[in-house]
């Protein structure tokens, strides 16, 4: 069983920045494939990025160009870099971890872009 705990969430202006954390106990972390997922008010939880066991990353398409997913295996933490934020990027943002049928959520943390 994994656990995952994401931090680093918060409310910023339009423009600026955020990087979200997400801790990861109880497994061997690195061989999960590490997501970062949102899910805004009234719609549906969207893949924003994703990492493999190999650094290979996956962006959205609304995000390419602005926001970087990384991971360090030492410290069992995928991270989320989030550069010029918009206010369409307000959302929870969710951790996931899946390996072949396993899939692990956290709790998700709240991003919030507004002036």
């Known amino acids: 069983q994994v656990q995952l705990v994401e931090s680093g969430g918060g409310l910023v202006q339009p423009g600026g920045s955020l990087r979200l954390s997400c801790a990861a106990s109880?497994?061997?972390?690195?061989?999960?494939?590490m997501g970062w997922y949102r899910q805004a008010p009234g719609k549906q939880r969207e893949l924003v990025a994703l990492i493999t066991s190999g650094r290979h990353t996956n962006y959205a398409d609304s995000v390419k160009g602005r926001f970087t997913i990384s991971r360090d295996n030492a410290k069992n933490t995928v991270y989320l870099q989030m550069n010029s934020l918009k206010p369409e990027d307000t959302a929870v943002y969710y951790c996931n971890a899946a390996y072949g049928l396993e899939g692990y959520w956290g709790q998700g943390t709240q991003v919030t872009v507004s002036s």
């Open positions: 109880g497994g061997i972390f690195s061989i999960y494939v």
